[in-house]
């Protein structure tokens, strides 16, 4: 099976694990896989590396394209949950203004969310979804 759906996470980040463990129960298909975000930066090339955007800390590399923010957020929510699902009226939504809202959700994620020392979600439990 080739893992064309891999989502990069910031594994300390416990509202990061949160997302993970919904994506875990939703995708029935088991499509999507899921590596450490810090792993992202060694499977980039340089001219992906200048496209992406490195600070936000949801990666999502989809169909050989990479997505960020709140882009690969929706694009996830769509192959769990396909292109009619509510969530998907935030396409609507002017990317910049979308990415805002990201943004500053990211900037406080540890503040409100906390933080973590090691994911919190086993891995053994899950060895076939997560890549190196």
Not at 19 to 38: C, E
Not at 46 to 63: F, P, T, V
Not at 101 to 111: L, N
């Amino acid at each position: 099976m080739t893992k064309q759906r891999i989502v990069y996470f910031d594994t300390k980040c416990i509202l990061c694990n949160r997302f993970v463990q919904y994506i875990l129960i939703k995708d029935k298909h088991k499509h999507i896989f899921f590596s450490d975000y810090n792993r992202l930066t060694n499977n980039l090339n340089q001219k992906q590396n200048k496209e992406s955007n490195l600070k936000a800390r949801i990666h999502y590399l989809r169909l050989t394209k990479w997505h960020d923010k709140s882009t690969a957020i929706l694009f996830i929510m769509r192959d769990i949950h396909g292109k009619w699902h509510y969530t998907q009226l935030a396409w609507l939504v002017p990317k910049f203004f979308r990415d805002l809202i990201y943004s500053f959700i990211a900037k406080r994620r540890y503040r409100w969310f906390g933080k973590t020392e090691q994911c919190i979600i086993s891995i053994n439990d899950f060895p076939e979804r997560f890549v190196e």
